[in-house]
């Protein structure tokens, strides 16, 4: 199960990099994405990267988030930079065989003060 960590409290402008690991297994090669869901909102896709590399913004975050993978840490990556308050949310990563089945992971809170 994939687990999201790095969040944390940061003021507007500022910058977090959050990151998803799984230890059971290989992230090289997977379809992974970044979802984030704000208080009284439905989760979102924020950005993902295809098994085959290719990435994927929402235009919410486009130019300010990049995704990217360490196939040497295991780790998935979500740099997050001017950041505002309505990224406020908890960030989680998932793969898509787990969206569909509706297991998530625990995910990590990240709070934009203004």
């Known amino acids: 199960q994939l687990q999201a960590s790095g969040g944390g409290l940061v003021q507007a402008g500022g910058s977090l990099r959050l990151s998803c690991a799984d230890s059971?297994?290989?992230?090289?090669?997977?379809?992974i994405g970044w979802y984030r869901q704000a208080p009284g909102k439905q989760r979102e896709l924020v950005a993902d990267i295809s098994s085959g590399g290719t990435i994927h913004y929402a235009d919410s975050v486009k130019g300010r988030f990049t995704i990217s993978m360490d196939n040497a840490k295991n780790t998935v990556y979500l740099q997050m930079s001017g950041l505002r308050p309505e990224d406020t949310a908890v960030y989680y990563c998932n793969s898509p065989r787990f969206v569909r089945l509706g297991v998530w992971g625990q995910g990590t809170q990240v709070t934009v003060s203004s």
């Open positions: 059971g297994s290989t992230l090289s090669g997977k379809a």
